[in-house]
T-cell receptor
């Protein structure tokens, strides 16, 4: 759902489950997308990126899917661990180098 | 792994005072950025910097803001006369190449700026 002010969409999962975090982006001209993880009190940490000429990219335990038709990005985390608990942001590049961040989703992983 | 480092971690300043936030980007990176995050909101772009000049800036980055690379390692953000609404986390980031060149921006852990 949408988030307003202090309220972030939250995804609660059990340790070991797979997690899917979704993001809708706004600019159809964006050609580069990044997922960042932000833990409390820290800066955004790069997870995985994808260019618009791809629809899927895999990393270690993470997969990003891009659907340009509906301007949708998802992050899949396999075998989620308590250390994965954080706020996850998708970001798109618009213009020369400007990152435009989404509103974020809080992932809570229970042991 | 190389990191972007920011100092101080927390800055408390009286309204109307000048503040300088400092960043040391990753050493082989050429592009530098400042972002801010007001509590509970998303991260917002302020400015990008390359080859000793501003490449892009947002509407937030008005005449009260300036950036500088005073030497080969530091990148600073100055706010000339702070306002209450400048209270936020300020993140510095750097990248090897410009943002749409497949090179992600790497972020520091931020400076929390509190304006009283």
């Amino acid at each position: 759902g949408e988030s307003v002010g202090l309220h972030l969409p939250t995804l609660s999962v059990q340790e070991g489950d797979n997690s899917i975090i979704n993001c809708a982006y706004s600019n159809s001209a964006s050609d580069y997308f990044i997922w960042y993880k932000q833990e409390s009190g820290k800066g955004p940490q790069f997870i995985i990126d994808i260019r618009s000429n791809m629809d899927k990219r895999q990393g270690q335990r993470v997969t990003v899917l891009l659907n340009k038709t509906v301007k949708h990005l998802s992050l899949q985390i396999a075998a989620t661990q308590p250390g994965d608990s954080a706020v996850y942001f998708c970001a798109e590049i618009s213009g020369y180098s400007t990152l435009t961040f989404g509103k974020g989703t809080m992932l809570l992983v229970s042991p | 792994e190389p990191e972007v480092t920011q100092t101080p971690s927390h800055q408390v300043t009286q309204m109307g005072q000048e503040v300088i936030l400092r960043c040391v980007p990753i050493s082989n990176h050429l592009y530098f950025y400042w972002y801010r995050q007001i509590l509970g909101q998303k991260v917002e772009f302020l400015v990008s910097f390359y080859n000793n000049e501003i490449s892009e800036k947002s509407e937030i980055f008005d005449d009260q803001f300036s950036v500088e690379r005073p030497d080969g390692s530091n990148f600073t953000l100055k706010i000339r006369s702070t306002k209450l609404e400048d209270s936020a986390m300020y993140f510095c980031a750097s990248s090897v190449s410009k943002g749409n060149g497949n090179q992600p921006q790497h972020f520091g852990d931020g400076t929390r700026l509190s304006i009283l």
